[in-house]
Structures are given as C-alpha cells and as structure tokens.
C-alpha cells in the first residue's frame, strides 16, 4: 500500500509566484516530515523537515505546513525562482525504526520566467 | 556534500549477469541505505544497514542482497540481474541520533541498465 500520497505530479509557476505541493500520509506512528529537492543527475538533498508537535516551519522562501489530525503535510515556496525549477519529494519516517524513509511520487516543479 | 561515494556510476549488464554496486562513506555515518529510483515511484527502499554486519530489507528487497562489512562501505549486490532492475540507484547515509538529526545524505547515484 502507497504510505505518503503527494500531489501534483507536476506544476507549472510562474517567476515570484506560490508554489504548493501537498502530502498525506496513513500511519500515525510516523514522527519526522522532510521534504527533499532533486536536480536532474543529482542525488536528492535535504529541502526543510518538521517534527509533528509544531504545526508550521519555514526556512528562508520555505515552508512546510503540518496538520496532525488530517495527517497532511505541505511544502509552501514563496516568491518561486527559474532556479526552483526540480523535483521535490515528500518523506515519512518512524525515527524509532532506523530512521527509514518512506517517499512520496515526486512532484516535478517548473519555474517559468 | 557529504563524503558518499558510489562506483560505477555508469553500468550496462546482460539479463542474468551478477552486478555489485558500491557505497562509500567518509563521515563514520551508523545507518546506510539503498534506494532505488523509478519514473512513478519515486525512491523506495531496497536494504538498510544500522551497523557493520547488521542489515536489514526494506520495501522492495527481492532479488537484491547486501553486506557490510566495514563502517565505510556498504554494498549491493543483484544475483542475476533481470530488465525489471533497470533503475537509478542510490545510496544514503544517517547518522541516526536518538534526539538529534535524521537527515539523510544522498550519493551521486548509479545508472544501471539490464539488457
């Protein structure tokens, strides 16, 4: 079964505009959200992360979103740039279990000028 | 970037050929994960290491193994490779602290095509 369900696929920004991508997830025993970035050829990296007893996180243009009864989570990117454009993924994990990810299809976003 | 490194990062095989894939980390990092990467799928977990010959499956283990038998390296290895294992492969690492950071570091990734 599909643990973290993330959406859109794809979404197109244009330059200084919001992007919003969106995650939901089954398992309340997960205690730790990242979001990682990925640049073609690259392995992901590290975006922003939240533990569930806050509710919002921001760092710099992002932040994340959290809702603990309806066991969503989003990334919000404020004032989008071209060199935004990537693919995000949304993770789940249980840090009690070797803190192993779960990851979300991916989102692949576009930034246009 | 952290110290993580993976040989080849290139490779073409035949339908079942053995393939071993390797991690290489610099940071004395506990846990080492392997992922693949899928159009659709995104990364899912394949095997996990949270210490030197302590290894466990993940998400989609069939048909792959893996050992480590030092801290630095962590290796995967496909008995006899089938196209369905046509993928991008990754490596990760954690330290894994109770309290402290999970982030997981990703290596540059190995392209693999099974003919």
């Known amino acids: 079964q599909q643990q973290v369900k993330q959406s859109p696929q794809s979404l197109i920004v244009q330059k200084g505009g919001i992007s919003i991508i969106n995650c939901a997830y089954e398992?309340?025993?997960?205690?730790?959200f990242p979001w990682y970035q990925q640049f073609p050829g690259k392995g992901p990296a590290l975006l922003i992360a939240?533990?569930?007893?806050?509710s919002e996180k921001k760092e710099g243009r992002f932040t994340i979103s959290f809702n603990k009864s309806a066991k969503q989570f989003s990334l919000h990117i404020m004032d989008s740039q071209p060199g935004d454009s990537a693919t995000y993924f949304c993770?789940?994990?249980?840090?009690?279990?070797?803190?192993?990810?779960?990851f979300g299809t991916g989102t692949r976003l576009q930034v246009t000028l | 970037d952290a110290g993580i490194t993976q040989s080849p990062r290139h490779k073409v095989t035949e339908t079942g050929t053995p393939v071993t894939l390797r991690c290489h980390q610099t940071?004395?990092?506990?846990?080492m994960y392997w992922y693949r990467q899928d159009p659709g799928h995104g990364l899912r977990l394949i095997h996990y290491?949270?210490?030197?010959?302590?290894?466990d499956k993940g998400e989609v283990s069939d048909g792959y193994s893996v050992s480590r038998s030092k801290t630095e390296d962590f290796l995967l290895t496909l008995e006899s490779a089938t196209s369905s294992q046509t993928s991008v492969y990754f490596c990760?690492?954690?330290?894994?602290?109770?309290?402290?950071?999970?982030?997981?570091?990703f290596g540059p990734g190995t392209r693999l095509t099974v003919l």
């Open positions: 990760a690492i954690s330290e894994g602290l109770a309290g402290g950071s999970h982030e997981q570091f």
């Open positions: 398992n309340t025993a997960f205690d730790y």
């Open positions: 939240i533990r569930p007893d806050v």
């Open positions: 993770a789940v994990s249980n840090t009690g279990t070797a803190s192993k990810l779960t």
């Open positions: 940071e004395n990092h506990r846990y």
């Open positions: 290491s949270y210490g030197v010959k302590d290894t």
